[in-house]
């Protein structure tokens, strides 16, 4: 058997494949940072009908031990259609088994969004969606940042922004923006009255470097991005100085940045109630947008994190610093590695298509909000 990670978003180091019954793997951590959870690797030579287990030996030194009870790794053999497997964790490695059916399969943390399908992604959205390329930022290794826009309506007042994937390994949240740009292909009587009322602007991937090195958390230079908003660098975070360009050049009147989460097994939000200047106003948009997106897919406020005392919010999140700055409703929205425990789906968990259906759905919450949002 071979393992392997050469690849975009590949990760795993080999420890010991001798033994199919415990091939010893370890996770790399993130280049010029601590952080690690993300795998992604391709095992080749495989004997159909024989038992796999592999061994990830440091699990339980990762950036989010709790990610790990309850969760189930995924599997491929066509990177296509990808499934969970049997796991188990002892509070040092994360064991999984496959029952080989093929001589080849890949092995992943999440199903992953490929550099590859995020320029198609892209390309539809220009030839397919009507989108606009606003500007290409640029990473640190030179990768492309595109920012497009959604513009059916020339006279349209509303500005809201999406982006995702400013932590590279949540790969749903780009998951999330391709049902977005899929949505807005259609023609239907709720897109017609976002668009009447809204210019979209959408950063499908913030952090192309991260995600093609295969890290959880931060880009090439080791920041986490999302605690870079307060003083944002072109040294170590150019990716957040573009947006936070033409976010100045636009303005904002929705921000909602897209994200998964390791240990809370649900979709939930994270709003900016702890900034200084957190008002009423956003408090009453907050409240609507959760009770409606509840109403529409696959999304609770129950579980998430615990809510920020006043004044206590950490100003370097994109969303807090967004919502402060424009004083317009801006959420974190989170989906989970794991499941949506309100209607989980045993073969696949929490997947590329659940967080599409979600992006629809979120779409639909916006219509109906588009015109209180300023
Ligand atoms: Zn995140």
Redesign the pocket.
Known sequence: MEIRCDFDSGNIQVLDASDPQDVRLALRPDLNSPHFQWFHFCADGLTPGQRYTFDLTNAGHSSYTGGWPGYRALASYDQRDWFRVDSSYDGQSLRFSLDAEQPRAWFAYFEPYSRERHAALVRQAIEQAGAELVATGRSIEGRDIPLLRIRRNPQATRKLWLIAQ??PG?HMAEWFMEGLIERLQQKDAELDYLLQHAELYLVPNMNPDGAFRGHLRTNAAGTDL?RAWASPSAETSPEVLFVQAHMRQQGVDLFLDI???EEIPYVFAAGCEGNPGYSERQAYLEAEFRKRLEERGEFQSLHGYPRSAPGKANMTLACNHVGETYQCLAL?L?MPFKDHDLAPDARTGWSGARAKRLAGAVLSTLSSLVEELR
């Open positions: 400013q932590h949540e999302n994200h998964g989460d974190t989170e």
